[in-house]
């Protein structure tokens, strides 16, 4: 009790002349911590998730393979998913890259949405995962985009089929990020992005598109109400009220840019790697760029090892992810933003 005075006295000595700030709380049981936000992580991704190298490959773009979506999620760490989805008259939603490069680990968009829903559902504390969603068309090369897009009704389709395969609770929607503010941009800047403890085990759907295709999907849904995708933005300007996802793939060019956007709060995807360069050369180069900007997914054609490659990715210290170094709060470890027995 004396030692308890006496440092009272102290505090109340150097309080007129020092701050009372220099002195640490003794009421207090815990200093106030900022809480923690979907955005306060760092992820990797892959590009073009499903991927299978063809057997004659007309490109080093088209090189490589990936394992199936539910091992990348649990041996590999990754969080953010890549899908290329087509319109078939006979099949649906089919996923693929293009008709020289159709290798694929799940042939439909259910497939795939059913591969990551079963790891989601085993390992419901994982963080928000982010499936990115980019519509094709081969009609588009041959007639205006939105004469095509409105007579395969693709976009409605693939919103059709995020209702019925994934669950609307384990769903991150622009509904809700929203709230009861007037747009999503206010909503972010003002409130922020949900709190994580909130999106665990919910996966977030973007539309990856721009143009006339993310115009008509934006367009057929005013404000985005009622939408199940964020589309997905370049640069800042043509929709100031919903502009909070932004995808700039050179983060050694743009990673000023990249920064800028991730301290103001949106989220920002970006690559470590693209057709082979930096893999052929063991270059980390870009992906360390990617690292520092803060981008929150890092998107790879190599999460893993691969035979006779030194290249692969990582994220530094990740649990598999880790705390965003431009705007997590300072106490955050990531543990705290995942902490899954299977993670590797």
Known sequence: MAVLAAILVLS?????????????????????????????????GTHNSYHVEPIFSPTREYMYTHQELGVQASDLGVRQFEL????????????????????????????????????????????PIMIWVEPKDWLEQGAEITTTVELTGILQEIEDEITQFWPANLTITPDDVRGNALNLTGAVLDEGWPLMDECRG????????TGDMR?????????????????????QGQYPG??????????????????RLVEEGFIVRTR????????????TTRFEAALASGAHTIATDYPGPVDGMEYWIDIPEGNPSRCNPVVAPIWCTPSEIENLETTV
């Open 202 to 209: 919910k996966a977030m759907f973007v539309l990856l598109a």
């Open 242 to 259: 919903e502009e909070v996802i932004f995808s700039l793939t050179d983060p050694i060019t743009d990673g000023e840019e990249i920064t």
């Open 84 to 127: 290329d989805v087509w319109w078939d008259v006979r099949e649906g939603l089919r996923v693929y890259h293009n008709q020289y490069d159709s290798g694929t680990t799940c042939p439909t968009f259910q497939s795939c949405l059913e591969a990551l829903l079963l790891w989601s559902q085993e390992n419901s504390q994982h963080h």
């Open 12 to 44: 109340s000595m150097l309080g007129g002349c020092l701050g009372t700030d220099l002195i640490p709380s003794l009421t207090d049981d815990s200093p106030d911590e900022d809480p923690l936000r979907m955005n306060h992580l760092q992820m990797k």
């Open 215 to 235: 115009d008509l999907y934006m367009d057929e849904r005013p404000g985005l109400v009622g939408a199940k995708m964020f589309p997905m933005f370049t640069s």
């Open 272 to 283: 470590a790697d693209s057709g082979g360069v930096e893999p052929d050369n063991n270059d």
